[in-house]
T-cell receptor, first 120, second 117 residues
Framework: GAVVSQHPSRVICKSGTSVKIECRSLDFQATTMFWYRQFPKQSLMLMATSNEGSKATYEQGVEKDKFLINHASLTLSTLTVTSAHPEDSSFYIC????????????????FGSGTQLSVL | AQKITQTQPGMFVQEKEAVTLDCTYDTSDQSYGLFWYKQPSSGEMIFLIYQGSYDEQNATEGRYSLNFQKARKSANLVISASQLGDSAMYFCAMREGYKAAGNKLTFGGGTRVLVKP
């Protein structure tokens, strides 16, 4: 079963509105979660690293005021796309690592099912 | 320079045959990890296999095996006995540095595999 839950799976919004995407780790605590963005037929690009209890670390070129990340608990990270515009339309996907499994399995990053954002 | 290169944008494979997906990487770190993920049309990312830079043996997970050639910096994925359900996008990814530093992954451009009946 899924160990990382992402919600919503699909959202359509009007330009100028804000959209919040949730990423939850199930059955394990994730001090660090990652947010990726994927355009159609392209690869995943890391946007930011979400750190529990501290500020997120953004990749170069990603606007932190545009993409607000909050990691308020060990099982929940949220990505808010503020004042969304059509160019923000994309597939957003989060991931987390379960460090408790140990060995090679602890290397495995679990991904959420992704959120398809369409901004009209 | 790209850190992860997948030179095959797409390929067909006959059902029940084996297929090799190419992946080369570039890093100056001594400790790193290599991953393969499968992304079906639904969008979810499914972990397939992991190879650590210090692992001497090639990783295997069921029908998946990773052909790790460290000197050549390649980490090809081999899928044996292809099934129709293997049709998907496949991504090679790398974690640089020791795993305690985090699991930030860099992904390659992907290879789309279509399995023909």
């Amino acid at each position: 079963g899924a160990v990382v839950s992402q919600h919503p799976s699909r959202v359509i919004c009007k330009s100028g509105t804000s959209v919040k995407i949730e990423c939850r780790s199930l059955d394990f605590q994730a001090t660090t979660m990652f947010w990726y963005r994927q355009f159609p037929k392209q690869s995943l690009m890391l946007m930011a690293t979400s750190n529990e209890g501290s500020k997120a670390t953004y990749e170069q070129g990603v606007e932190k005021d545009k993409f607000l990340i909050n990691h308020a608990s060990l099982t929940l990270s949220t990505l808010t796309v503020t004042s969304a515009h059509p160019e923000d339309s994309s597939f957003y996907i989060c991931s987390a690592r379960n460090p408790g499994t140990g060995g090679a399995q602890s290397e495995k990053l679990f991904f959420g099912s992704g959120t398809q954002l369409s901004v009209l | 320079a790209q850190k992860i290169t997948q030179t095959q944008p797409g390929m067909f494979v006959q059902e029940k045959e084996a297929v090799t997906l190419d992946c080369t990487y570039d890093t100056s770190d001594q400790s790193y990890g290599l991953f393969w993920y499968k992304q079906p049309s639904s969008g979810e990312m499914i972990f397939l296999i992991y190879q650590g830079s210090y692992d001497e043996q090639n990783a295997t997970e069921g029908r998946y095996s990773l052909n790790f050639q460290k000197a050549r910096k390649s980490a090809n994925l081999v899928i044996s006995a292809s099934q129709l359900g293997d049709s998907a996008m496949y991504f090679c990814a790398m974690r640089e540095g020791y795993k305690a530093a985090g699991n930030k992954l860099t992904f390659g451009g992907g290879t789309r595999v279509l399995v023909k009946p």
